[in-house]
């Protein structure tokens, strides 16, 4: 079974430009979710979706950031305009909607951002 | 609002020795609590989870985890660590209704001395 995929890995941008994220989840997985992890913390929840539907984006700066999933299967994750404060590992998870499996989540690798 | 405390940014630990990773919560009702590690490079990897039941659970890699409700704890263990067990340890919490998405802690670093 194929993990979660994210692309790119790395990034490297200047302040003010724009920069996506895009994350292609375990297939069959309905739950989607983008993590931020600054150097030397723990992953923060910046949006959830059930299918292609937001469940959670209370934590989700919306002045600069976006997230879609239109489909319900892969999903693209903006930042425009970027800060240096934006400069992190960038996780996306998945998992299956039933029951309490949905709290084991699968993780990819992750994109890491730089801002300068 | 839920939180989680990893009271050790860093630990050494020397090879064959036995290691304990202290995390404590902060939630009103009964938490799902997880432990995932994290290697460089690598995603986060699902070491073990609690939801209810045995208070003591295992995990892969040989690590175990036991739930202390009066201490509002969930601690990690392994009774002999291996080189390749040096990484990042998180543990996190689930409130068990609602959004799904999980409450980490800042992490510890474990180092593991020849």
């Known amino acids: 079974e194929a993990g979660v995929a994210q692309s790119p890995r790395y990034k490297i941008i200047e302040k003010r430009q724009s920069v996506a994220f895009w994350c292609n989840p375990i297939?069959?997985?309905?739950?989607l979710y983008w993590y931020q992890q600054i150097l030397g913390q723990g992953p923060k929840l910046l949006i959830q979706?059930?299918?292609?539907?937001?469940?959670?984006d209370s934590q989700l700066p919306k002045d600069r950031f976006s997230a879609e999933r239109l489909k319900g299967v892969d999903s693209t994750l903006k930042i425009q305009p970027a800060k240096l404060e934006d400069s992190a590992v960038y996780l996306c998870?998945?998992?299956?909607?039933?029951?309490?499996?949905?709290?084991?989540?699968?993780f990819g690798p992750g994109t890491r951002l730089t801002v300068t | 609002a839920q939180s989680v405390t990893q009271p050790d940014i860093h630990i050494t630990v020397s090879e064959g020795a036995s290691l304990e990773l202290r995390c404590n919560y902060s939630?009103?009702?009964?938490?799902?609590l997880f432990w995932y590690v994290q290697s460089p490079g690598q995603g986060l990897q699902l070491l073990l989870k609690?939801?209810?039941?045995?208070?003591l659970v295992q995990g892969i890699k040989g690590f175990e985890a036991e739930f202390k409700r009066s201490q509002s704890s969930f601690n990690l263990r392994k009774p002999s660590v291996h080189w390749s067990d040096a990484a990042e340890y998180f543990c996190?919490?689930?409130?068990?209704?609602?959004?799904?998405?999980?409450?980490f802690g800042k992490g510890t670093h474990l180092i593991i001395q020849p």
């Open positions: 998870a998945s998992n299956s909607a039933g029951g309490l499996d949905r709290y084991e989540q699968y």
């Open positions: 297939s069959g997985h309905a739950t």
């Open positions: 979706f059930q299918n292609n539907g937001v469940v959670d």
């Open positions: 939630y009103g009702a009964t938490p799902y």
């Open positions: 609690y939801f209810s039941g045995d208070t």
């Open positions: 996190a919490v689930g409130e068990g209704w609602g959004a799904d998405g999980l409450t």
